[in-house]
């Protein structure tokens, strides 16, 4: 068990969540899952409980909890993308999947969850400071997914 998880609620579809992430990113994997040994309020014996997962290597635990937490904007997964096929890859799988589009590259997957498919150009840029990172951050300030060469242009002037 690990010394610090991050918990993520869901109402029912922790599983179906965990396996897709699994499946996308890299040092990704389902754990383990836990089933009621009974039944209880909103459930039944042998329904998913909690499902032990990693994201990118980051240990997580799907709590099925019901729909009384969704998921806000306050918490998400920021993956650090070296180019714009990667870029493209995560976030098409992720909107392409039920999810939607947000603004300056963060998008929702079809269970709530947020995520920010952040090319390291940007991240280099706004490190950068200065008008090279005034530049970089009114060109994503238009954006929805990142263009890794409208950023890169925006860099050099």
Known sequence: ???????LWYD??????????????????????SRAPADFPGGKAGDVLVVNFTVLGIPCIGLNGGPIFPHSEAFSFQVMTEDQEETDRYWDAIVGNGGR????GWCKDRWGLNWQITPRTLTEAMAAGGEEAKRAFQAMMTMRKIDVAAIDRARQG
């Open 1 to 7: 068990m690990d010394k610090n998880t991050i918990c």
């Open 101 to 104: 589009e947000s603004e300056c």
């Open 12 to 33: 029912k579809e922790a599983e179906d969540a965990a396996r897709f992430y699994a499946g996308l990113f890299p040092n990704s994997a389902v754990r383990s899952v």
